[in-house]
Each structure stands twice: as structure tokens, then as C-alpha cells.
């Protein structure tokens, strides 16, 4: 399909490359191969090679309910098993029938020297040999499903070359290693085709969440046996501004409080940075007994999970009702991080799934309450259990129980129908997030992930456990017509992640594009601009004795030294800072929920549809704060005064959120502050003088960070520091009413409340009047900022609208 040679990554060795987009039928697909190389080529030993068991029951799955419909098609059925070391008379009838023979294998069958297939030393060996050997011989076709987990290690190859394939085929959506590629399908192809659902991307985040004491372990580092750790936290600067940002390294000890200058983290003091024997991952605790672990989120998660299942069971309901209709059962996939959280004493998920159920579901059925046997007839899960059938996080022990086990994976064309069937009557599944590939179902119409935990799995292999298209109760695919409305469409998966649309969205395109580029993607030149020459530059006082003594007049009126003194109104003051913050307007604490269907992905981005946003409002958890000693210390102001503002104002804005109260209140008031010392400031000339000191001399300057001025200006070249200096001086260069000018130097400082203040020219102009003829000169001293406006906040910080007001006096 129009793949280049660069693309096909050509190669001498037997194999082949089928790279197919999640959910788009790969197993069928290859399935369908083995019927077409025996029908066409008479090749009739095929080995399907999977990463897991979970897959292996995909492919068997697959091969059961696609058997009479492929007969029909072909008029034969392959011979089709699991292999089990315990029936070997399988593997025996593999090797000896001429029959087209299936065999699905793991890995894990094969990959060691004592397994079954390779012991030589044996009762029931094959012909005296290994039965890997016997196989060998028979030169199967070896089909890998998602090769990329574990069958390109070195032990692996090694294992694999034993089975002497006839040649090789790689089928995946994300292949690691490629060769010989012969057809893809691409994210944007499926999607454009319809050959997958569509996606709504349904997200849950936290807004205005200032006041509460979230932490995120961000990083940790052991520095021969020093352990530091950079913390995520709610830092206050010294303007009282409040950011969310990575701490410097810390280590045990350290005071959070006092690192992010935050009075709500004081309690928080690092008593140890250790990292788990059995999980491996670092944590921080906390001499409160607050721990935190890495990558995860210490915020109102409990919050967030009840948004994203209340959401979840409203969209499972909304589209439940439509599909029934159509005869396509609605199921819902739960992706969780701790089976604690579901299966244990205190199980916070499946508690909170069940209250939203019971909230939730009266309003889609007649206000009738759903019965305690219905709630728990709804729910299918599928965790790991260790041999003692112990659940278990460990991704590596992806085992169950019987019943479900049957009724999630191996029957799972009863999930599929209505009854009265234990899987018949599953509709909601909850699965370890470290599930990865291997399962996925045609009929999973939404999917949340709950966790406190920012998720390693990628985008595509999350959301492709619910893309591919769904079938009816007679395994029909049931496909929308290619411009249906999205009121209309059948085929539409809704995606609840645990971070926010844009989080999302970017790290899924990521993921495309680190497989398939984008059409400008390609070797391409790149210049890093890293600083421009520099040259050795003379800069020359002007010859020009107009312009000398000029300057010299304009200096002696310009170097006069100053002190000066501030009077202000306290009682002004505090009336004013009354009225300002009894004006504060707090936004309240909320989680917002928002909808966005991604109507197309090419290769230049995701192309989406806002459908809508709610907010709901959460409880925020923070520690008290003193608001008097908080804004006397932020402000300057004195305990009394402060006291007399706080006093008067309203506590509800307060109260919604204090740390963020504080900062607005704190910049408030010492805005207030400043423009009453500019009222109340007043200049005192001394009897010091700046020196005249101006002399040639020689820098070492970029060619843009200077500007001749041989006209007009007192050196015949001047330093700029910005393009819109450059401009200003070239204009001044040619004015004929400027006599002289100068950038100021950096030693001319004029003295304000809130710092030093360096003007940028020194001008003087001279101005002939028409009807007599009389000269008169001016001296200015001008400011160049990109505007005319004192009070523009976007040309200007507030340091400089003071301190140029200050010198306005």
C-alpha cells in the first residue's frame, strides 16, 4: 500500500511486517492468512506466537467465532490448540498431520532450557529428539502477535531460530524492531476509514485548587548514598504570587514550609527519602505521617474518581439504552492502579461505584432502585492473584479466578449477549491498569482510569482496549454510515483519563508521531542561535564643540544628587485596602468536567469539538492560616495596621481559599502602598553631584547590541540594549531640532522607594521661533519602552511604572 523502501526497511532475512492500528482486526487478519497460504501455496504448519496468556485466549477467542463464517468462505477449518505441556499428543499431531495445523504458543512455553519442548532426556520424546527439534523440522510459519513484548531479546531470537520457521510474521500496531514491511495501517487511515470508533475525550481536573496541600514526588536522585528528592508543591514567591512548581533537591530534614515559602506546608519536614524492596519505587514521608510516592498525586483524588464514575455510568446509561435498541450490548472498562481499591476491607472505588450507581440510576429507569444482586451482578473485574490466590499489583501475575477469567477473556462472546449468565450480565469491568495489551472487546464503549498515578501506558494502548468496532448479539460489526451525526453515532468511545485533555491529547499524538512522523517529519537542518560575534569596539566622545558644550549644560543640571522623603495617609491607606479586598472575588474550589470529541487525526495535529463543560464544587483540606501575621509580612505593614484592615473586611472570599486570598490581598495592598508614597514623595536636592566622567573607550560588543550615531550623538556610537532603542536613537540621529544626546550611563541612578532608577537618553533639543528668531533649549530625560501609556501593564513591570513615576517628582 504505497510503502517506500526507506519506509519498508528491506532486508535478506525471512521476514515480514504487517504494522495494523489497535483495534482495527489484526487477528483476524492474520488469522484469515493462514487460510489463504494453505489455499494458495498448500503451506499448512503455522505457529501463532503471543506475549501473553491473556492474548493467547484473544486469538482462541477469535478462531472460535470466526470458524463457520471462514469456513464458509474457504471450505476447510484448521486444526487449532493451545499448547499444553501436559498434552503432548497435541504437539505430536501438529508435527505428523498433513492437515492445516494452528498451534498457539507463549514464550514462556519455549524460552528455557528446562521447559518441556527442549528437554532431550525424556520417556515420550518425538523420534528420540526434543520435541522443539521435531518441530523444527516441520519448518513452520511462525505469525508474532506484538513482537515488541519480548520476542526480539537475544534468548528470545535464540529460541525462536529452534523452530526453524520457513519465515516470520510480525503483526503489531507499535513494532519495536522492523523488517521487511510489507502493508501498514496507520492511526489516521483507521481513523479517517471508520475502521475504528470515534473518540470523546471526557476529563475531570481540578480548578482553583491554591488552598489545598497537594505534593507530587518528582524526581529522586541517589548521589553516592545522597539521597535527594525534588518535591511538586505550591511555592509562594517573595510578591506573594502562588505557583505549583518543583522544589530544589531536598533531602531529610528539610522544612517544605520553608522551601516554597508556604506557611500551609510547615508541618511538612522530610523524616525519610527511601525506596520500596517489593515495588521499587521511591517515596517521601513525612514527619506528620503524610507519605507521598513517586509519580503520584496527593490532591483530592477521591474527588476526581467520584466525577469520573459519575460520568462514566451517565454516558454507559445514555448509550445503553440506544444500543439495546440495535441489539449491541454497552460494556464499560474501569482501569484501576491498586486492587486494594476494589477487592480489600475498605474498597474507596468499588464503594464509590456503587453510591454513583445507586445516585445515578433511578434517573434512567423510572426511579426505581437497583437491588443490592444487581449492583453486584453488574460488575466484572480481572486482577492478579499470586498461588496462595492472593490479589496482587504485580503486573507479572495477570492470573484469576475461574469464573471470571472465563467470563472476561475466554468467553468473551458472552459479554457480549443479554441472559442470565454470569457474563451476560457483567456490564462494568475493573482491570489493573498494568493490563496492557491483550484483552480488548468490541463492546466497551467507555473507559475510565482511576488512579493516583500518572500513567506509564501508552495512549494507544489504553484507549484501544474499547476502539475496535462493535458487534451485535449475532457477532454481526455493526459500522455508521460515514457522515453520520455525532447525535446518531453508534460507534463512539468515551475516554475518562486521570489528566487533563490537553495532557492527553499531546501525549497520544506524541505517540503517533514517534511511529509515523508527519508529513514535514524527516532529516532537517537545525541552527542553534548560541550569540553573534563579537567585536572590539571604540566608542569616541563627538568633536563637535556645539555638541560638548551642550551636554555640559544640559550635565550640570542634570547631575544635582537627590534624597527625598515619604509622607502617607495611614488612615487613607487602610480605607483604600478595605474597599480593595472586600472587592476580592475568590473562584471556588471545583473539579471541571469537560467533553471534547476528536473529530479527525492527520498528520498535523488531533482536530477536535468542545461539547460542553460543568463544574462541580470539591472540599479543599489546607492548614490554618494567621491572615493578619501573613499580610504584615508580605506587606511591610505594621501587626496594628494590618489588624485595622482585616478587620473590616468579609471572610467568605477568605474562606474559599486562603493562600490564594492572601497573595490577591497582599498585592492589592501593596499596590496601594506604593501609589501613596508616590502621593506623599517628596525630592530634596543635596550637595553631591554625579561626576562628568566621559572619556573614550573600547568594549567588546555584539554588532547588534550598538548603534552608530555619528551626527548628533556625544559618542560617535552608543549602546543599545533593544531593537526599540536602535530605532530611537537613529531617529534622534537625524532630527534636525536634537542638538545632542546620549544613553545615559548605568552609574546615573535616581533613588525611589522601591530601588534605583536608570533612565535611558539624556536629550537636548534647541527650537527656533518664526517670528523672532529666538532659540530656546531643552533638556529631557526620556524613558524608551514601546509606549506612551505610564499605567501599560503589558509594556511595563510594576517596578518600572513606580519607579518611573517616582522620578517623574
Given at each position: 500500500n504505497s510503502i517506500s523502501e526507506t519506509v519498508a526497511e528491506l532486508t535478506e532475512e525471512q521476514e515480514l511486517t504487517i504494522e495494523m492500528e489497535t483495534g482495527t482486526g489484526k487477528t483476524l487478519v492474520y488469522i484469515k492468512s493462514v487460510y489463504e497460504l494453505f489455499k494458495n501455496y498448500g503451506f499448512t504448519k503455522f505457529i501463532i506466537l503471543v506475549p501473553s496468556v491473556a492474548i493467547r485466549q484473544g486469538v482462541l477467542s477469535t478462531l472460535s467465532t470466526f470458524e463457520k463464517q471462514l469456513e464458509d468462505i474457504y471450505g476447510f477449518t484448521p486444526n487449532y490448540f493451545e499448547y499444553n505441556s501436559k498434552k503432548l499428543n497435541r504437539v505430536t499431531h501438529f508435527i505428523e498431520e498433513q492437515h492445516p495445523q494452528i498451534m498457539i504458543m507463549t514464550l514462556a512455553s519455549f524460552n528455557s532450557e528446562d521447559k518441556i519442548l527442549n528437554q532431550a532426556k525424556r520417556e515420550d520424546l518425538f523420534a528420540n529428539i526434543p520435541f522443539i527439534d521435531a518441530i523444527g523440522r516441520t519448518n513452520p510459519i511462525i505469525i508474532m502477535d506484538e513482537p515488541q513484548e519480548g520476542m526480539d531479546t537475544d534468548n528470545s531470537i535464540k529460541q525462536i531460530s529452534k523452530l526453524k520457521p520457513l519465515f516470520k510474521i510480525r503483526y503489531s500496531a507499535t513494532h519495536k524492531i522492523s523488517k521487511n514491511k510489507i502493508y501498514r495501517l496507520t492511526p489516521y487511515d483507521s481513523y479517517q476509514q471508520g475502521l475504528v470508533k470515534k473518540i470523546e475525550v471526557l476529563t475531570v481536573a481540578e480548578k482553583n485548587d491554591e488552598a489545598t496541600l497537594k505534593l507530587e514526588l518528582a524526581e529522586v536522585k541517589n548521589d553516592r548514598g545522597q539521597i535527594r528528592a525534588k518535591i511538586k508543591a505550591w511555592h509562594q514567591s517573595s510578591a506573594g504570587k502562588i505557583e505549583f512548581k518543583n522544589s530544589k533537591w531536598l533531602k531529610d530534614g528539610d522544612n517544605l514550609g520553608e522551601i516554597t515559602n508556604n506557611p500551609s506546608y510547615l508541618n511538612y519536614r522530610i523524616q525519610q527519602i527511601k525506596k520500596s524492596l517489593r515495588t521499587q519505587k521511591w517515596s517521601v514521608i513525612f514527619t506528620n505521617g503524610v507519605e507521598i510516592f513517586e509519580k503520584q498525586s496527593s490532591g483530592n483524588i477521591q474527588g476526581i474518581w467520584d466525577l469520573?464514575?459519575?460520568?462514566?455510568?451517565?454516558?454507559?446509561?445514555?448509550?445503553?439504552?440506544?444500543?439495546?435498541?440495535?441489539?449491541?450490548?454497552?460494556?464499560?472498562?474501569?482501569?484501576?492502579?491498586?486492587?486494594?481499591?476494589?477487592?480489600?476491607?475498605?474498597?474507596?472505588?468499588?464503594?464509590?461505584?456503587?453510591?454513583?450507581?445507586?445516585?445515578?440510576?433511578?434517573?434512567?429507569?423510572?426511579?426505581?432502585?437497583?437491588?443490592?444482586?444487581?449492583?453486584?451482578?453488574?460488575?466484572?473485574?480481572?486482577?492478579?492473584?499470586?498461588?496462595?490466590?492472593?490479589?496482587?499489583?504485580?503486573?507479572?501475575?495477570?492470573?484469576?479466578?475461574?469464573?471470571?477469567?472465563?467470563?472476561?477473556?475466554?468467553?468473551?462472546?458472552?459479554?457480549?449477549?443479554?441472559?442470565?449468565?454470569?457474563?451476560?450480565?457483567?456490564?462494568?469491568?475493573?482491570?489493573?491498569?498494568?493490563?496492557?495489551?491483550?484483552?480488548?472487546?468490541?463492546?466497551?464503549?467507555?473507559?475510565?482510569?482511576?488512579?493516583?498515578?500518572?500513567?506509564?501506558?501508552?495512549?494507544?494502548?489504553?484507549?484501544?482496549?474499547?476502539?475496535?468496532?462493535?458487534?451485535?448479539?449475532?457477532?454481526?460489526?455493526?459500522?455508521?454510515?460515514?457522515?453520520?451525526?455525532?447525535?446518531?453515532?453508534?460507534?463512539?468511545?468515551?475516554?475518562?483519563?486521570?489528566?487533563?485533555?490537553?495532557?492527553?491529547?499531546?501525549?497520544?499524538?506524541?505517540?503517533?508521531?514517534?511511529?509515523?512522523?508527519?508529513?514535514?517529519?524527516?532529516?532537517?537542518?537545525?541552527?542553534?542561535?548560541?550569540?553573534?560575534?563579537?567585536?572590539?569596539?571604540?566608542?569616541?566622545?563627538?568633536?563637535?564643540?556645539?555638541?560638548?558644550?551642550?551636554?555640559?549644560?544640559?550635565?550640570?543640571?542634570?547631575?544635582?544628587?537627590?534624597?527625598?522623603?515619604?509622607?502617607?495617609?495611614?488612615?487613607?491607606?487602610?480605607?483604600?485596602?478595605?474597599?480593595?479586598?472586600?472587592?476580592?472575588?475568590?473562584?471556588?474550589?471545583?473539579?471541571?468536567?469537560?467533553?471534547?470529541?476528536?473529530?479527525?487525526?492527520?498528520?498535523?495535529?488531533?482536530?477536535?469539538?468542545?461539547?460542553?463543560?460543568?463544574?462541580?464544587?470539591?472540599?479543599?483540606?489546607?492548614?490554618?492560616?494567621?491572615?493578619?501575621?501573613?499580610?504584615?509580612?508580605?506587606?511591610?505593614?505594621?501587626?496594628?495596621?494590618?489588624?485595622?484592615?482585616?478587620?473590616?473586611?468579609?471572610?467568605?472570599?477568605?474562606?474559599?481559599?486562603?493562600?490564594?486570598?492572601?497573595?490577591?490581598?497582599?498585592?492589592?495592598?501593596?499596590?496601594?502602598?506604593?501609589?501613596?508614597?508616590?502621593?506623599?514623595?517628596?525630592?530634596?536636592?543635596?550637595?553631591?553631584?554625579?561626576?562628568?566622567?566621559?572619556?573614550?573607550?573600547?568594549?567588546?560588543?555584539?554588532?547588534?547590541q550598538y548603534r552608530d550615531t555619528p551626527k548628533r550623538g556625544f559618542y560617535d556610537r552608543m549602546l543599545v540594549d533593544s531593537d526599540i532603542e536602535r530605532s530611537f536613537a537613529l531617529g534622534l540621529d537625524e532630527d534636525d531640532e536634537v542638538v545632542c544626546f546620549m544613553k545615559l550611563p548605568a552609574y546615573y541612578q535616581i533613588p525611589t522607594p522601591i530601588g534605583n532608577y536608570n533612565p535611558d537618553f539624556g536629550i537636548v533639543m534647541k527650537r527656533k521661533q518664526l517670528r523672532d528668531g529666538k532659540e530656546s533649549e531643552f533638556y529631557f530625560v526620556v524613558e524608551t519602552k514601546g509606549t506612551n501609556d505610564i499605567n501599560d501593564k503589558k509594556a511595563l513591570t510594576e517596578s518600572e511604572i513606580y519607579k518611573i513615576k517616582c522620578a517623574l517628582k
Open positions: 469520573q464514575l459519575e460520568w462514566l455510568i451517565i454516558r454507559h446509561f445514555t448509550k445503553k439504552q440506544s444500543l439495546r435498541e440495535k441489539g449491541i450490548k454497552c460494556l464499560s472498562l474501569i482501569f484501576i492502579d491498586k486492587v486494594a481499591n476494589y477487592i480489600s476491607e475498605e474498597p474507596v472505588i468499588k464503594n464509590l461505584f456503587i453510591k454513583k450507581y445507586k445516585e445515578i440510576y433511578p434517573e434512567f429507569h423510572k426511579n426505581e432502585q437497583p437491588t443490592a444482586e444487581h449492583i453486584d451482578a453488574i460488575q466484572g473485574y480481572y486482577f492478579a492473584q499470586t498461588g496462595k490466590g492472593e490479589y496482587t499489583d504485580n503486573e507479572n501475575s495477570m492470573r484469576k479466578n475461574v469464573d471470571i477469567y472465563d467470563a472476561i477473556l475466554k468467553d468473551k462472546e458472552e459479554l457480549l449477549s443479554f441472559g442470565d449468565s454470569v457474563a451476560n450480565k457483567i456490564e462494568f469491568i475493573f482491570s489493573h491498569s498494568a493490563l496492557g495489551v491483550g484483552w480488548d472487546n468490541p463492546n466497551v464503549f467507555n473507559i475510565a482510569t482511576l488512579s493516583n498515578s500518572y500513567s506509564e501506558i501508552k495512549k494507544r494502548q489504553e484507549i484501544g482496549r474499547g476502539l475496535r468496532i462493535c458487534v451485535n448479539t449475532d457477532g454481526q460489526r455493526i459500522y455508521d454510515p460515514l457522515n453520520v451525526s455525532d447525535d446518531e453515532r453508534i460507534n463512539q468511545l468515551t475516554v475518562i483519563p486521570n489528566e487533563t485533555y490537553e495532557t492527553f491529547v499531546t501525549q497520544y499524538q506524541e505517540e503517533i508521531k514517534e511511529v509515523y512522523g508527519s508529513k514535514d517529519s524527516g532529516a532537517k537542518m537545525t541552527h542553534t542561535h548560541k550569540g553573534e560575534k563579537q567585536n572590539l569596539v571604540h566608542f569616541k566622545r563627538s568633536k563637535s564643540e556645539t555638541i560638548n558644550q551642550a551636554f555640559k549644560r544640559f550635565w550640570k543640571s542634570l547631575a544635582r544628587k537627590t534624597n527625598y522623603t515619604v509622607s502617607f495617609d495611614e488612615n487613607a491607606l487602610i480605607q483604600r485596602s478595605i474597599e480593595a479586598l472586600n472587592a476580592i472575588e475568590i473562584a471556588d474550589y471545583v473539579a471541571e468536567v469537560s467533553s471534547r470529541s476528536i473529530g479527525s487525526i492527520t498528520e498535523d495535529g488531533i482536530i477536535d469539538e468542545f461539547g460542553g463543560t460543568e463544574s462541580y464544587k470539591l472540599k479543599a483540606h489546607y492548614s490554618a492560616l494567621d491572615l493578619v501575621e501573613e499580610i504584615s509580612e508580605n506587606t511591610g505593614l505594621s501587626y496594628t495596621t494590618t489588624f485595622k484592615i482585616v478587620d473590616k473586611i468579609n471572610y467568605d472570599s477568605f474562606a474559599k481559599n486562603p493562600p490564594l486570598f492572601i497573595q490577591i490581598a497582599s498585592s492589592l495592598i501593596h499596590n496601594i502602598e506604593l501609589e501613596e508614597m508616590v502621593r506623599g514623595l517628596d525630592y530634596h536636592l543635596t550637595d553631591e553631584t554625579f561626576p562628568f566622567e566621559f572619556e573614550d573607550f573600547v568594549k567588546q560588543v555584539e554588532d547588534k
